[in-house]
Structure formats: structure tokens, C-alpha cells
């Protein structure tokens, strides 16, 4: 790490508890900004500080870009659908294994599961 970095964890809840004009307020509005809804609150942020308003530019610039955003929505897709085939098949092992009486406490072992997806699953079987 250099000086030239600094890394914050930014929690919601906690966040929504800073008081604006605390010297934390700078946390609170790039909270705000990774929250923001409406174009308009990210205009009101970006009049707020240099930085803020090269964050902004950034991002309609990426926004704006049809290309890279269909690239980034078909690299999400992909995550999803690969997170859901390889938690069916964790599922069906599971269940297979359910099948086999093997003890909970076991398949919650071999798979990875909580004890309540197995109790779950057991109850579906």
C-alpha cells in the first residue's frame, strides 16, 4: 500500500446514522452516491466536491456506453446462471445422499449446506 491509497468499508445502516455536518460527511456522500436513485440526487452530489463530480462523470460515461453495459449485464448473467447450476447440483447431491440415509450432519459436511437447507430438503423429499 501507498499513501496514495486509502480503502473504507461502508456499511448502510451504519451510514444513515452519520450526522451531515460531521467531518464524516464526505463517507456519507459516497454512501449516498453508490445508493443513489435518481439522476437529480446524483447531480445535487456531484455539486459537492471535485471528486464527487469526477465519480459522476465516470459513471454516465460508462453508463452511457450501450456496448460496455450489455458486455457487463451478459458477464452478470453469467455469473447468476453458473451460481444457480452449481447450487442445484449441490441440491441433488444433497438429495442423494438423503436418499442413501446418510446422517445430516454429514451431507451438511460433503456439501457445504446449512443444516437448515438439508432439513429442508429432507422435508421436500
Known amino acids: 500500500m501507498t499513501d496514495a ?11 444513515r446514522k452519520i450526522n451531515e455536518d460531521s467531518e464524516r460527511a464526505d463517507l456519507l ?8 436513485k435518481t439522476e437529480e440526487e446524483l447531480n ?27 458486455l457487463y449485464e451478459a458477464r452478470l448473467k453469467e455469473q447468476r446462471d453458473n451460481y444457480a447450476r452449481e447450487k442445484g447440483a449441490v441440491l ?5 445422499l438423503l436418499g442413501m440415509n446418510m446422517p ?13 437447507e438439508v ?6 423429499s
Open 5 to 15: 491509497l486509502e480503502i473504507h468499508t461502508l456499511e448502510v445502516p451504519k451510514a
Open 104 to 116: 445430516l450432519d454429514k451431507i451438511v459436511e460433503a456439501t457445504g449446506l446449512t443444516q437448515e
Open 44 to 70: 445535487m452530489l456531484a455539486q459537492k466536491s471535485p471528486a464527487m463530480k469526477r465519480a459522476t462523470l465516470r459513471l454516465l460515461e460508462l453508463s452511457a456506453d450501450e456496448k460496455a453495459r450489455q
Open 92 to 96: 441433488n447431491v444433497a438429495k442423494n
Open 29 to 36: 456522500d459516497w454512501m449516498k452516491f453508490f445508493d443513489v
Open 119 to 124: 432439513k429442508g430438503l429432507q422435508a421436500t
